[in-house]
């Protein structure tokens, strides 16, 4: 695997450290490159952290809190949700515009209960939504997972069954909140919703688009050594069999292909192009977020070796390092290259002159 570092030089003495998750810890659920190892090198013998880190991901689907504990579990270092940042993290800072509303969420995992942990209200994960209209996605009937199963109620976290019908609702907003799995109802689904102003089936005239959220735009993700983009930079180093037996060995389709499918489809079937916001990495609001993040980790966790006087631990850091495997979303101009996240947390540590 090669990785690419992005230093990212700032006014002060102190860094910290941003870890991509899938490709970079992870294959899977298998950890990768020494990161176990790597990871406890951040912390001191007390056990306490001694270089401020957090996990900088576009994936999600289940709250940071409950990421926290799997991430702990996995890497065999205890994680606090506080450092992890996933790509609909941010979603939280649309609380107060949402908070009371009819939302509709998407995407792998349980996305109506991540948004209803954030405090909205009204989350309503979009299988659950599309169950209260009949016959809204055609072919469900031909899917045996859900016909298999069934959409069972009982089964769902409470905060996410709606309590009454929401079909004679307006959706106010709709949020990808993570990797879509069933990209041909949920494509179905939210033409119905967008382009009929929140109140799918029914032709309200021309009714504005009700917002729409992603909370990444990667095309592709967990990169591996075919990628050209990393010719100009790096040296083409052999992959072991070892590495790629975990997930499959090429690049996997990202929530910013679902994006463009659903716009080159609802753009071809409605007068107004689809509009949207995306959020995830490389959108600098998510850096400059992860830097404040770290930030707030820093106090409690920095010894005083790093500590100047008069610091209150929250100041700004000189630098700030990003480990990732996405060259388009983590690591544009990464100034140098390394196999493993372990030589990469080497190589940082060396930088910085702590053994
Ligand atoms: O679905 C996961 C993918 O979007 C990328 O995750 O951890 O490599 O940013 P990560
Ligand atoms: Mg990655």
Redesign the pocket.
């Known amino acids: 695997m090669n990785l690419g570092i992005s230093v990212i030089t700032i006014h002060r003495s102190s860094f910290g450290i941003a870890f ?5 810890l992870l294959r899977g659920k298998d950890p990768i490159g020494g990161s176990p190892q790597a990871l406890r090198r951040l912390y001191g013998d007390s056990g306490n952290l001694n270089v401020p880190f957090l ?6 689907g289940i709250p940071e809190s409950r990421r926290a504990n799997e991430l702990s579990e996995l890497l065999g270092v205890k994680i606090v949700p506080s450092q992890v940042l996933q ?1 609909h993290s941010p979603f939280k800072t649309l609380l107060k515009r949402y908070e009371n509303q009819l939302i509709v969420a998407t995407g792998k995992g349980e996305p109506a209960v991540v948004m209803s942990e954030y405090g909205f209200k009204k989350a309503v994960s979009l299988e659950e939504y599309a169950s209260c209209f009949e016959n809204i996605d055609p072919l469900a009937q031909y899917k045996m997972w859900t016909t298999k199963q069934g959409l069972n109620r009982s089964s769902l976290p409470l905060n996410t069954v709606p309590r009454y019908d929401v079909s004679s609702e307006t959706v106010k907003a709709v949020f990808v909140v ?2 879509p799995v069933d990209w041909g109802r949920d494509i179905q689904v939210l033409c119905d919703v967008l382009r009929c102003g929140g109140l799918p089936g029914q032709d309200n005239g021309h009714q504005p688009q009700p917002p729409l959220y992603f909370a ?1 735009d ?1 095309l592709e ?2 990169d591996n050594l075919t990628n050209q983009l990393w010719k100009p930079v790096i040296l083409y180093r052999l992959i072991s069999l070892f590495d790629i037996q975990a997930a499959f060995p090429s690049n ?1 389709l ?2 910013g292909a679902f994006r463009i499918a659903l716009e080159s489809v609802f753009n071809r079937i409605h007068y107004n192009p689809l509009e949207y916001v995306s959020f ?2 490389p959108n600098p609001f998510v850096f400059k977020n992860a830097e404040a993040m770290l930030k707030q980790l820093q106090p409690s966790y920095h010894s005083d070796y790093f500590k100047e006087p008069g610091d209150s631990g929250s100041q700004s850091f000189k630098t700030l390092y990003m480990i ?3 060259p388009s ?2 690591v544009k101009g990464a100034q140098q290259v390394v196999d493993t996240v372990e030589e990469a947390v080497d190589y940082i540590l060396g930088r910085e002159c702590i053994s």
């Open positions: 991509d998750i899938d490709g970079v996990f900088l991901t576009n994936g999600g790509g993570s990797d990444a990667d993700y967990q996997r990202g929530t995830g990495k990732g495997d996405n979303v983590d």
